[in-house]
């Protein structure tokens, strides 16, 4: 085995005994990426040198005893989140020069137990998208099948994770953007509560619904993480306080829970056959495991096909108020211009691709006078009923699973002209966002083609413990 | 729902964006197409409930109002990000002129 397949743990636990040291792991994923990057196209930027010098750091500080459980360990974040002294673009024209002089607080913590930052990952620019097609960098290819996307936004990072181009990787999602690609690629992704984990120094698109969080080989892995990522953050007033439990310490554990599985996930019309089966039989395995209490129970989540509708009048109107401050005035690429109209208009058309001014003009236009109480006020209204049908389901639930995405990896150019299209790819992940709860994505098993399918466990709000423990049993 | 090219030359100006022609036909249909789809939410019935601005149930979350001083090091590179700088001044187009809009 090469060590840059190893998960987090392996790779803590071979630190730990001096098999092998973290320059040795770092040159390692620096060797896949130089190997598989020019096809896949996961990374924007590669930090070689730099990463070398944090690896030599992290032997020192394994040397001395004081290893962490991610020292040492190389990962790769998405672009789309700021990380100190380093080119971070959001995979757009208008950043394509933007080094923030700081970390984002999820970054720092993960960097401050001596993690080895090893790169940032290609996405859809400003993480408008679920295909990486929409990135100005061009699209992700999925490590599965070159021809086919690596879903988004965060595909470069599940790419990358799912390839073995680092330990571990840093995704951001908004209405399924960490779970989506983690499911086409066949890697995990956990997409925390809302307010769970602190989104500063995360670029914003949607601020009700943004969420930071891990993508990893496996479960335990994500449980590490996010265990690090967690908690109340001065510098983001909606992180809660709430305690941060022991994630790592969900191995082995019993189960006795009630699981849900609402019909709405499972009888969408266009759904792939295959995916509704490999995710069904996930389900039966579950129902037969031995050593769990678990029993499943067939639910329904009537208000399921609002969510898209919902999700795409709120996103793009906070997502349009957000973008505002992408105007070349304090940072990034300021095109010649003749006056200070001009300077936003044209820097913005030149340094932003159709996704985003799509999303822009829809925001505008659903918060413009006449129009606000027909769309984004309605939307708000319907997000409320969204809630309560989940609040009612988890009243006699206490987890509900799912198929992530309605189809395996799909071939780039398939959808990319069809924005309609696009939007439906996130049919089963956005209601978690919408609802701002907990949810994590998982393999559940390949088609006869090869393509990784994934399944999805939503909780309850700040449930992420439960969500992490059963998604263990099954994996 | 259908956006006139007038009307998505409208929003654009609105937000700050500058569109060829052919963009402005393509964007129109396209726009159109997605506020049809959102459209579908007029069937819910939300006679007397109420809006979701926010899911954490934080409130009135405050903070003493006293400015963190950042380091000179972080000033200066800040300062290095200015797309068009005077020296240590952030340059930019004059905001009330005769060329504006």
Sequence with gaps: MNLNELTIKQAHDGLKKGEFSSVELTEACLKQIKKRNKELNAFISVFEKEAILEAKKADEMIANKKQQALTGIPFCVKDAICTKDTLSTAASKILGNYVPAYDATVIRKIREQGAVLIGKNNCDTFGHGASNENSMFGPVKNPYDLERVAGGSSGGTAAAVADNMAIFGIGEDTGGSIRQPASLCGIVGLRPSYGRNSRYGVMPMCSSMDTVGPMTKTVEDAAIVEEIMAGHDELDATTVKETVPKYSKIKNQKLKIKVGVPREYFELEGMDKETKEIVEKQIEKIKRSKDQKIEIVEVSLTMTKYAIPVYYIIVPSEDSSNMGRIDSIRYGVREEAKNLYDVYAKSRSAGLPAEVKRRIMIGTYALSAGYYDAYYRKAQKVRTLIIKDFEQVFSEVDLLVTPTSPFPAFKIGEKANDPLAMYLADIFVSPANVAGLPAISIPAGKTKTGLPVGMQIIGQRMMEEKVLKLANIII | ?101
Excluded at chain 2, 10 to 31: D, F, G, N, V
Excluded at chain 2, 36 to 47: F, H
Excluded at chain 2, 72 to 80: A, M, S
Excluded at chain 2, 92 to 98: C, L, Q
Aim: charged share 35%; with cysteine; net charge negative.
């Design chain 2, 1 to 101: 729902m259908s956006l006139t090219p007038k009307q998505l030359e409208q929003i654009a100006t609105l937000a700050r964006l500058e569109l060829s022609e052919p963009e402005k036909k393509m964007y129109a249909e396209q726009l159109s197409v997605v506020l049809d789809y959102i459209s579908i939410l007029n069937e819910v019935d939300t006679d007397g409930v109420e809006e979701t601005c926010q899911v954490t149930g934080l409130e009135d979350v405050f903070r003493e109002d006293k400015a963190i001083e950042n380091s000179e090091e972080i000033k200066q590179k800040l300062i290095n990000s200015f797309p068009e700088k005077m020296g240590k001044l952030l340059k930019v187009k004059a905001v009330f002129s005769d060329e504006a809009e």
